[in-house]
């Protein structure tokens, strides 16, 4: 049973491109998180989807960042017009249902250039 | 609305015992404990409800005290691949499934 996948593992981005930053969770999880986590520091909470749905993205940027869990597909999180500030690893997590356990991927390093 | 973790960093030598505690100042739903290697991605180790309990993981146990809101890890006899960046990350009621993640306690186990 493979984990949650997260591809690519490595992006490096010049200022102004977009960036797309894949996650299929793992098999029999509907529920997908987004965090990011800047160097020596904590995680901090994203955004939370549901297939076809964003439940909460209280975590997000309102400007340039973008989240969406299609009913085929993995998840895609997609950040316009990168700025030099969204250099980080950006993990995605899932579950099976509310309130229960959350894998994480091995995480997308975005250097932005 | 972040809990709060201490201490910050631990050095331990190799069978000594650590506790990290996680408090937060919002009622918990639910406490989830991760560790994470550098480079690497988060761990879980537990997950604890609402109502007190204690798990165990091996030599790494947990407990969670409603009343005060509070959770704490227990790494006793601590091994050298115990050695990471440990995460509290809670749930509040109503608070739609996502995790707050704490600042994180770094341990160090030396031989």
């Known amino acids: 049973n493979a984990g949650v996948m997260q591809n690519p593992r490595h992006l490096v981005r010049r200022r102004g491109q977009e960036a797309r930053l894949r996650c299929s969770p793992m098999?029999?999880?509907?529920?997908v998180y987004w965090y990011r986590q800047l160097p020596e520091e904590g995680l901090k909470f994203m955004v939370y989807?549901?297939?076809?749905?964003?439940?909460?993205e209280s975590g997000m940027p309102k400007e340039r960042f973008s989240a969406e869990f299609p009913k085929e597909g993995p998840s895609i999180l997609r950040i316009q017009q990168v700025v030099r500030g969204d250099s980080a690893a950006y993990f995605c997590?899932?579950?099976?249902?509310?309130?229960?356990?959350?894998?994480f991927g091995q995480g997308t390093r975005l250097t932005v250039v | 609305q972040q809990p709060v973790q201490s201490p910050q960093a631990v050095i331990l030598r190799e069978g000594e015992d650590a506790v990290i505690n996680c408090s937060s100042s919002?009622?918990?739903?639910?406490v989830h404990w991760y560790r994470q290697k550098h480079g690497e991605a988060p761990v879980f180790l537990m997950i604890?409800?609402?109502?007190?309990e204690q798990k165990g993981h091996e030599k790494i146990s947990a407990s969670f005290n409603e009343k005060k809101q509070q959770s704490s890890l227990y790494l006793t006899a601590s091994q050298l691949s115990y050695s990471g960046t440990y995460f509290c990350?809670?749930?509040?009621?109503?608070?739609?499934?996502?995790?707050?993640f704490g600042q994180g306690t770094t341990l160090q186990v030396k031989p």
């Open positions: 990350g809670t749930e509040y009621a109503g608070n739609t499934g996502k995790l707050i």
């Open positions: 098999k029999g999880h509907s529920h």
């Open positions: 919002k009622a918990l739903y639910s």
């Open positions: 604890l409800l609402k109502g007190g």
């Open positions: 989807l549901q297939k076809e749905n964003i439940i909460d």
């Open positions: 997590a899932s579950s099976r249902e509310y309130g229960t356990e959350a894998f």
